[in-house]
């Protein structure tokens, strides 16, 4: 947009289009300078006998009234605005809260380089593909710790994935439920009645985890779940080297129970998803289709566009028009 005599224009590349009307400029000027020549070799009550066509004057007139038509065309299509009005922005009042496990189980290598890696990617494609309302962070391991409100910046989200890591947390263990609950907590401090709260986890849900995803769904707080991990499962392989015991001492093998996820998604009223699954899957499930009926579901905001004035710009032009409307007149005009 440019901004010059005084108004914005939305589509000033139209004035390019002036260029090849400047080369009409050229047979008005040579018809210029052979009648001038004219003039200072003949006597001037023989010229009109001597030159054929329109008299000078008159010919200059016509093809000034062409390039004004041609110039008030170019200025109309540039898009001429000389004010701006409030417009409505409608946006879907989807919310979602994410809660990640930073448990040492994402530290498996049962998926190449480990499960935690992984799983920070497919979070990044999730947060990178969320195009449509509110998205919340919360961490867990035994207590939750929310990273993000809901938020419509998910950029600020992708900026702080890489730093998830069990390191991170100040206590270790594993408590699905409590962090389903902070997440509620989250979705209703930002003024949603409703949404998902969508579960990465590397260690299966026990059945307290079930039964309050089953409670959160009758609220219409649905639980998906994204799993990482295999059912063959691997050691534990803390980032110093040492794999993980249990309390007895003995090595822990960390392998994930399918069934229990889909059960834990199927209270939630959710989805199952691997790492593996299409993002779009994942999207189209996250972001369900607007429609006139659940336009009560929006928020509405407003911002200011530009008037596009360009079309009273061509009532000169018809009238211009007008004048050249008889048959053969437009060929007279470019002689």
Not at 135 to 146: R, S
Request: charged letters at 15%; proline letters at 5%; hydrophobic letters at 45%.
């Amino acid at each position: 947009m440019m901004d010059f005599l005084g108004l914005h224009w939305l589509r000033p590349e139209w004035f390019l289009a002036l260029l090849p009307i400047l080369l009409l400029l050229l047979p008005l000027t040579l018809q210029s300078w052979r009648d001038n020549a004219w003039r200072k070799a003949c006597d001037p009550h023989l010229l009109p006998h001597l030159l054929i066509g329109d008299s000078t004057r008159l010919a200059v007139i016509k093809k000034c009234m062409l390039l004004f038509g041609f110039l008030l065309a170019i200025m109309s299509l540039a898009g001429p605005c000389y004010k701006t009005s409030a417009a409505p922005i409608f946006q879907l009042n989807t919310a979602r809260v994410i809660v990640f496990d930073l448990s040492t189980a994402q530290w498996a290598k049962d998926i190449v380089p480990n499960r935690l890696t992984r799983a920070r990617f497919k979070l990044l494609d999730l947060l990178q593909n969320l195009q449509e309302g509110q998205t919340g962070l919360v961490v867990f391991t035994a207590q939750p710790f929310v990273v993000s409100p809901l938020t419509h910046d998910t950029q600020t989200l992708v900026n702080t994935v890489g730093e998830l890591s069990p390191e991170i947390m100040p206590v270790q263990g594993y408590q699905l439920s409590t962090a389903l609950l902070k997440a509620k907590t989250v979705l209703e401090k930002g003024g949603a009645h409703s949404g998902h709260i969508v579960v990465f986890t590397a260690q299966n849900p026990t059945p307290v985890d079930i039964n309050t995803a089953k409670a959160l769904a009758k609220q219409h707080f649905y639980t998906d779940v994204l799993y990482s991990g295999t059912a063959a499962g691997s050691t534990i392989t803390t980032p110093d080297g040492t794999l993980a015991k249990d309390e007895k001492g003995d090595i822990l093998i960390s392998r994930l129970d399918k069934t229990a996820l889909s059960n834990l998604a199927q209270a939630g009223h959710g989805h199952t998803w691997s790492l593996d699954t299409p993002m779009a899957t994942i999207i189209h499930s996250l972001n369900p289709q607007f429609t006139l009926n659940n336009a009560s579901k929006t928020r509405t905001a407003q911002t200011r566009i530009w008037m596009d004035n360009g079309y009273i710009w061509l009532w000169p032009l018809l009238i211009l028009v007008l004048c050249a409307f008889r048959r053969g007149r437009l060929e007279e005009l470019l002689k």
